[in-house]
């Protein structure tokens, strides 16, 4: 049986994770304070500094403004803006 390395053998690992976390609780405070923004459906991801939007909103000018709120926390590398406006990319059938 081969045994796997313990996750705290990687320390870097554990900043990147810790730092990801701490992106992903600011991005979701500033975009549940904003006006345009805290009543949407709106989740926030972060991965190696990207953030990730997934989730509904009313309309474009509130996507627009939940990127750009995600934008302004420093250490943000990328915004990937995956919302989606309400009645949008759902098919019938």
Do not use: K
């Amino acid at each position: 049986m081969t045994s796997w390395p313990h996750p705290d053998h990687f320390p870097e690992h554990n900043r990147v994770l810790e730092e990801d976390l701490r992106l992903a609780a600011l991005v979701a405070q500033r975009i549940s304070i904003d006006w345009t923004t805290r009543r949407q459906q709106i989740s926030v991801t972060v991965q190696n500094a990207v953030v990730i939007l997934t989730g509904l909103v009313a309309d474009p000018t509130t996507r627009t403004a939940a990127a750009e709120l995600a934008w302004d926390v420093p250490g943000v590398f990328d915004v990937c803006n995956a919302l989606t406006l309400y009645g949008q990319g759902r098919s019938r059938g």
